[in-house]
């Protein structure tokens, strides 16, 4: 099994930054990409960025030219960057992966932009 452990959110202004960590352990060996989801109130669940073992990105279009994606291969640990935060990407930031057998997910971490 994988787990996936978020970290790093809080309450910022708009236009400051934050930095999230989601740190991954156990069977970890399948792995390929990793994935950071976000989900606001009343909204669906939706994709924020992605990486890949190989180290290529996706971004949403929202979030494109503010946030990064980044991986540390030594320590299990992807982050995301987050600049010039706006209100409405206050939501639950997840991490998440995927092995051949099934979608894990984390806790999750609360992001939230302020005026």
């Known amino acids: 099994q994988v787990q996936l452990v978020e970290s790093g959110g809080g309450l910022v202004q708009a236009g400051g930054s934050l930095r999230l960590s989601c740190a991954a352990s156990?069977?970890?060996?399948?792995?390929?990409?990793m994935v950071w989801y976000r989900q606001a109130p009343g909204k669906q669940r939706e994709l924020v960025a992605l990486?890949?073992?190989?180290?290529?990105?996706n971004y949403a279009d929202s979030v494109k030219g503010r946030f990064t994606i980044s991986r540390d291969n030594a320590k299990n640990t992807v982050y995301l960057q987050m600049n010039s935060l706006k209100f409405e990407d206050t939501a639950v930031y997840y991490c998440?992966?995927?092995?051949?057998?099934?979608?894990?997910w984390g806790q999750g971490t609360q992001v939230t932009v302020s005026s």
């Open positions: 998440n992966t995927q092995d051949w057998a099934q979608s894990y």
């Open positions: 990486i890949t073992t190989g180290g290529s990105t």
């Open positions: 156990g069977r970890i060996d399948s792995i390929n990409a």
